[in-house]
């Protein structure tokens, strides 16, 4: 009885240590490195207030960037793309893009993003370490016709569970990161301006009226 007792705690231990480690942080702005900014809005104007996360690449075979369907930006989870489901796993943070004070020689700015702290309990399956990720972030909750942006890099790569990586060394410098504009969009069928509408309308008459005559 007593040795079953002993097995019991040691596997909850085992338990424990193996949830506790697996977690992971990834540093975007530290402390005299850099700070990482100029995330932007589809105009080019790096903007304060956008949702931003990650977005991983599982099985090593590209990113479906400009392709993804609407999605949820506040649930973690895998993507679609034409309504198939890709290998791209997508990490809400519930952070929004801000300004970053200077540090050491970086001078900080607009559009600025932090860090995630413990994002994973556990990969999930088809997710790993040395797993390529890019940055997005979404110049307003995502729609038909709406705009986001991705940043890639080198060194973005998923470290091992338990890990704490900085990534800002990719962001120093002595002058401000350069905009990061949203250019992708997703698709859909995009309602048209009032005025656009009537110009569309006014063609379709003119139409209607020389194919009569």
Do not use: C, H
């Not at 890709?86 to 952070?95: K, S």
């Not at 080198?154 to 704490?164: R, V």
């Amino acid at each position: 009885m007593r040795y079953n007792t002993l097995i019991l705690l040691a596997a909850g231990m085992l338990g424990f240590s193996q949830s506790s480690f697996a977690t992971v942080t990834l540093q975007f702005s530290q402390t005299s490195v850099g700070r990482a900014t100029g995330f932007a809005n589809n105009a080019g104007t790096p903007t304060n207030g956008m949702r931003w996360g990650i977005v991983v690449d599982g099985s090593g075979n590209g990113f479906g960037a400009g392709n993804y369907d609407v999605f949820d930006n506040t649930t973690s989870g895998f993507l679609s793309a034409s309504s198939t489901v890709t290998d791209d796993f997508f990490v809400t943070t519930g952070l929004l893009t801000s300004n970053q004070t200077a540090t050491g020689t970086d001078p900080g700015g607009t559009g600025g993003i932090t860090s995630l702290a413990s994002i994973f309990a556990a990969y999930p399956a088809g997710v790993g370490s040395g797993d390529a990720f890019r940055i997005i972030w979404f110049e307003s909750t995502p729609a038909a016709g709406s705009f986001y942006g991705m940043f890639a890099d080198a060194l973005f790569t998923l470290p091992p569970d338990g890990n704490t990586q900085s990534y800002a060394s990719v962001f120093a410098g002595a002058i401000a990161d350069p905009a990061k504009p949203a250019n992708l969009q997703f698709p859909g069928t995009i309602i048209p301006e009032p005025s656009r509408a009537l110009l569309i309308g006014f063609g379709l008459v003119g139409l209607f009226l020389r194919r009569k005559r």
